[in-house]
Structures are given as structure tokens and as C-alpha cells.
């Protein structure tokens, strides 16, 4: 072991790995094998890394959105072997073998894999069971309501503007094994609902962070959780459940007092098809969605048959997970389309992913996604448009498109398609990734508002097929970063700034909901982290942000958790969470970027996930609990 972890120096190990490349000869490997005889061969990480991960991690077009080699070996191997198992990294891991994945992990962190298992000192001393009724302060989902405002009204935020610069560090909690804290908490009747990059599901204890029960998903959980009645065979409510989504399209229903699984349905049989979208729970159904950013990624490599995914919303019995129906963002079927220069079979339609949680629209009857940009011709009207599904049927009511003839895939160039997989011409990548939000002006008119990465702001009438009421423009767009969701209150919509077209920027807006005017605008504060592109230190503020009664929270790309005032956009707090952190678990953990998830206001308490490892984001594994004194 190890003459594989020992190496020399970090430049004769990176002149190696280009060796290897280059010629193509992994003499390491067959060596090895050579010497051991008749015992199985165990994998070489450098030469597995130079042969499968390199391409991307030291050279070429992907090198500039991809972490570089110094990088990767300042994370733990344990982390490591999560991203390429059931993390970010799941679809290049599918492609080797365990033993290989262990062995990259190996060679990168430059240690031997350590177990991960809790001491048990981490636990709760005591897990009464949930009351019959939840009342009470609570955050349940991605949003306190259904209409996804994310307002948290004065009752259960506990929490007003003259307190929130009072808010001090109560505690930490470290996901093991992770490289990125992505999941959005639930907080309901005191427990806490989370979960990792690794698939660990928790139920915290919301004051004190200690562990009532742990429950191991099948890949990776980015969806933030939602608590709702398990009505057993009586009709009543017997238990509660906790819903969510993973990595690999499982839809679950785990108990809320035990953890124990309820039940599981695969949502979409596609090998890069996942859940990233909180789910939606009304009158008994659960609505989950659908996306496939591993496609996107895989669709421009010559060898891979683009493409096949299309985004989707389910309807679920709540009770058996037995699916009720599924309608697809693009109608038609993929099929063969073209060969390309290597004879590799195309199809298409594809693309048209589903980032966000759906919105429920109980008045009208439908629910609300947004869906993102295609993969593969021929052009749809419903990538990059807001769509509207009857909650009974899942029949399509109408779409509107902001942006078309968007086809877009990792690696392809602007113009000038370097294979038959990419796009005539390169799409902007503009999706939508955030969900559409309810909102009401002062007048009593209800507008769906959502931004898009093109860098609007948009209020659709949802009485008029989505008909654009108003646009405000608050960013440049690009397809670097996300837009993951605005907030609302009675009189302004909120919205972070996330990349530009030449930099990632920052700063928030403030939109009058009756007009679409700037009520004001904070411009982007100074980086709490170092470094810039190659470091993966940005100035965004693309993640959802939160609003409390005075206050407006964003979770930035710098690491830092800043607290507006509503009126006037002045900064009351702020946190840099670029730091290791001593945690309740006893986990390991530090901070970075924020994005994607939210903030969580609930009962005098201010929760946050810190670290994101995506292509604008560094890595972290935190949990933060902020109260007051």
C-alpha cells in the first residue's frame, strides 16, 4: 500500500500521471499483476486516474471548470470515494470497478481509506415520537408553503430584524465522507431532517444537533426534506413520513420517529437520471421531478450514444409509493437521429431536466416546474419554460418558453461542433433551476415569479397560459452557476446575482411585485474567500435566498451568510464559514461555497449547509445552527 501512497513529490507525480497519458502505457498496472502471479491484481490509483480522471483533472476544455490534481489531494480519500460512488462524480465511478474507485481515492488523498462509523457518543439521549399534530414553528420542504415564497412568517421564525445581528454559532454538524453539503434541512416539531452526499439520512435534534436515528440511502440526497402524514389502512394518521429523493431517481418514504424505510420506487430508469427537487406533498400524493446533469455532461464524448434523457414530474401515493402518473418535459420519444463520425447511433429529443421542487397550486389545480435546456435535437417549447401540470392527471395545461433553441452540452463548442454529439451551435445554457413561486402583489393579482440564469427575473400570469407580465433584468446570464431560487414577501420579490458572462459576480435585488421595478439593489461585497477562478473563489450569490419578516438572507459562493435589511438592502450580518469547524458528531469538517439550497429560518434559528464542490464551488461537509443568546 504503501509504495502507491508514498510518492516522491507532488511534481514527479503530476509529470507521471502526463507520462502516462501521453503514451498510454500503464506499465504500473500489468507489473503489478505480473508479480503477484495468480493473485487478483489490486488497481493502481495513479494509473486507473491517469487512464479514466486525468483527461479532465490536468489538461484540455474540462480542466478549466474541473478541480486540478492540487486540488483533489487536499481532500480526504473517504470524501473522494463518496463523490465517485454516489456523489457528483457517480457517473465517471460507474465506470470503474470498486477496487479502482478505492484505489483512486487512495492515490489522491494520499492515505489508506479509514472507517467513518459513529462513535455513538453523537446520540440523542432520549427520541420521544413526533406529536399527533404538528404545529408549532416548523421549515417542511423547500419552502414553509407550498406557493415556495420561502417566507418565513414572524410566528415561526421566532426571529426579528433588530435580533439577527445578535445570532451567534450554537453548533456544528460534519457530514462524513462528503465533499459537498447540499441538502436543504426540514425543521419540524424540534427534529431536524438532513442528509449527505454519501446517502447518510438524519433526524436531528434541532437545539443541540445530537443523532435520534440515521437511515443510508441508496446514492447521494441533495433534496431537501419533507415531513408530511403516513396514513395508515384506517385513513388515519397514524405515523409521519419523511420524503425524499436521491442521486439515482429513488423515491423514499422513510418513518419520522425510526427511520425506517416505509418504502422505495425508482422514478426513471435512465442510468443518469436523478432527483435534486424537494418533493411536494398535497391530499396524499407526493410530486417528485426528475433531472440528468450526468448526461449533459457524458452527451459531447464521441463514444456515447446522446441522448435519451427527458426531464419528468410523478405523482406518487403517499401511503405505497405506487406511482399515480408520469408526464415528461419534452413529449416525444428519443429516437435514432444520425450517426456520428465514429458510428455511434444518436437520438433525440432530450434534455428538458427538472432542477427544482414543484410548486402546488391547489386554487387552480396544477403544479408548476421549470424545466431546463435540451441535450439533442430536434428543438422543444417546453426546455427552458415554465410548465403547468394538472395536479389530478399530469396533463400538460400550457408552457412558456423564454429562451429557445437551446441545446447545450458540456464540452461542445460554441460553433463549430467538434463531433456529430454536439448542437449545431451551442446553446446559452440558460435553464430554469429554481422553482416557480406564488406570489401576490398589493393589489390582491397573484404572478408566478422566477428567475432564469439568463439573468432574468420573470412574473408570468398564471390565468393566462403564463403570459409575461413583467421581466427584470438582474444579471448578465451565463451557464456558469445556478439560479436556485428567489423569495417574497407582500410587497417585493428577492433575487441573487450568480454569474455573469465574464466573471461570477454577486449582490441582490429587490423587485417590486406590482411593477417589476428595482425597489434597490446591494451590490456584491468584498470575497470572504481567496483566490479567484482557479481556486474556485466567486463572488456569486446565485443560491435560494430566504425571507423573514425585515430580512433577507443569502448563503454566497465566498462562504459567507449574509442577512439584508428588506427596506434598503443595508447588510446586519454576516458570517464567514471558510473554516474548519469543530462539530457534535466529532466529524471532520470544514466550509466553502454555498449554493444551490437556502438558508432555514425557523423558531429563532438560522440553519445552513456550507460546501458545494460543483464547477463554481469548493468543497465543504457542514451543517451550521446559528440562535441567539
Not at 501512497?5 to 514527479?12: G, Y
Not at 445556478?482 to 423587485?511: C, K, M, N, P
Not at 454555498?594 to 463554481?616: E, L
Request: proline share 6%; aromatic share 8%.
Amino acid at each position: 500500500m504503501s509504495s502507491r501512497l508514498d510518492w516522491r513529490s507532488d511534481v514527479e507525480r503530476a509529470a507521471l500521471i502526463r507520462i502516462l497519458i501521453v503514451l498510454g502505457v500503464f506499465v504500473a498496472g500489468s507489473n503489478r499483476a505480473s508479480a503477484q502471479g495468480t493473485q487478483a491484481a489490486v488497481p493502481d490509483g495513479a494509473v486507473t486516474f491517469a487512464r479514466a480522471c486525468a483527461s479532465c483533472h490536468t489538461s484540455g476544455t474540462a480542466a478549466a471548470t474541473a478541480p486540478r490534481v492540487e486540488v483533489l489531494r487536499q481532500l480526504a480519500p473517504e470524501a473522494i470515494l463518496t463523490s465517485l460512488t454516489t456523489g457528483r462524480m457517480r457517473t465517471q465511478g460507474d465506470s470503474l470497478s470498486e477496487p479502482e474507485r478505492r484505489a483512486v481515492a487512495e492515490f489522491l488523498g494520499g492515505r489508506a481509506l479509514a472507517g467513518t462509523s459513529s462513535t455513538g457518543s453523537d446520540r440523542c439521549t432520549s427520541s420521544p415520537p413526533l406529536p399527533q399534530t404538528l404545529s408549532g414553528p416548523s421549515w417542511n420542504g423547500w419552502s414553509p408553503q407550498a406557493q415556495n415564497t420561502r417566507y418565513q412568517p414572524p410566528e415561526s421564525a421566532g426571529l426579528t430584524a433588530s435580533q439577527v445581528p445578535a445570532l451567534t454559532l450554537k453548533w456544528a454538524f460534519g457530514f462524513a465522507g462528503s465533499l459537498a453539503a447540499r441538502t436543504q434541512p426540514a425543521v419540524v416539531a424540534g427534529r431536524l431532517f438532513t442528509a449527505s452526499e454519501r446517502g447518510d439520512v438524519y433526524a436531528l435534534d434541532a437545539r443541540r444537533g445530537c443523532i435520534h436515528w440515521t437511515f443510508q440511502a441508496d446514492a447521494a440526497v441533495r433534496t431537501a426534506m419533507t415531513v408530511a402524514p403516513y396514513r395508515g389502512a384506517s385513513g388515519s394518521a397514524s405515523r409521519y413520513a419523511v420524503y425524499f429523493g436521491d442521486g439515482r431517481a429513488n423515491a423514499y418514504a422513510i418513518d419520522a420517529d425510526t427511520g425506517q424505510l416505509l418504502w422505495k420506487q425508482k422514478l426513471d430508469e435512465h442510468p443518469n437520471a436523478a432527483i435534486t427537487g424537494a418533493p411536494a406533498v398535497f391530499e396524499g400524493r407526493v410530486f417528485m421531478s426528475t433531472s440528468a446533469a450526468g448526461e449533459e455532461v457524458r452527451g459531447g464524448r464521441p463514444d456515447y450514444g446522446c441522448c435519451t434523457f427527458r426531464g419528468s414530474v410523478s405523482a406518487l401515493d403517499g401511503l405505497t409509493g405506487r406511482v399515480l402518473w408520469k408526464t415528461y418535459s419534452i413529449v416525444p420519444e428519443p429516437r435514432p437521429r444520425a450517426r456520428n463520425a465514429q458510428g455511434v447511433q444518436l437520438f433525440g429529443p432530450a434534455g428538458g431536466g427538472i432542477w427544482g421542487a414543484p410548486t402546488i397550486d391547489a386554487r387552480r389545480g396544477v403544479l408548476y416546474v421549470g424545466t431546463g435546456n435540451g441535450f439533442a435535437e430536434p428543438i422543444q417549447t417546453t426546455t427552458n419554460a415554465i410548465l403547468a401540470f394538472e395536479l389530478a392527471s399530469g396533463r400538460l395545461r400550457w408552457s412558456r418558453q423564454t429562451v429557445p433553441n437551446d441545446i447545450w452540452l458540456w464540452q461542445c463548442p460554441p460553433q463549430t461542433p467538434a463531433n456529430g454529439n454536439c448542437p449545431e451551435r451551442q446553446g446559452p445554457d440558460f435553464d430554469f433551476g429554481a422553482s416557480p413561486l406564488i406570489a401576490r402583489t398589493a393589489t390582491g393579482r397573484e404572478l408566478l415569479v422566477v428567475p432564469q440564469k439568463s439573468g432574468v427575473l420573470y412574473a408570468l400570469d398564471p390565468d393566462n397560459a403564463g403570459a409575461v407580465v413583467w421581466e427584470y433584468r438582474f444579471g448578465d446570464g451565463s451557464a456558469l452557476g445556478g439560479q436556485w431560487g428567489a423569495a417574497a414577501d407582500a410587497r417585493r420579490a428577492y433575487v441573487g446575482v450568480g454569474g455573469s458572462l465574464s466573471e461570477i459576480q454577486g449582490g441582490v435585488h429587490a423587485v417590486d411585485l406590482e411593477t417589476g421595478t428595482r425597489a434597490w439593489f446591494a451590490p456584491p461585497q468584498p470575497k470572504l474567500c481567496r483566490g479567484g477562478a482557479d481556486e474556485r473563489c466567486f463572488a456569486a450569490q446565485g443560491g435560494a435566498l430566504t425571507a423573514i419578516a425585515g430580512v433577507v438572507f443569502s448563503a454566497g459562493a465566498d462562504g459567507g451568510l449574509r442577512a439584508y435589511d428588506a427596506n434598503d438592502g443595508a447588510v446586519l450580518w454576516r458570517v464567514d464559514t471558510n473554516r474548519e469547524f469543530e462539530t457534535v458528531n466529532g466529524v471532520k469538517a470544514n466550509g466553502a461555497t454555498m449554493d444551490g439550497a437556502g438558508p432555514v429560518v425557523v423558531d429563532g434559528m438560522v440553519f445552513v449547509n456550507s460546501g458545494y464542490n460543483g464547477i463554481v464551488g469548493r468543497a465543504g461537509n457542514v451543517l451550521l445552527a446559528f440562535g441567539l443568546d
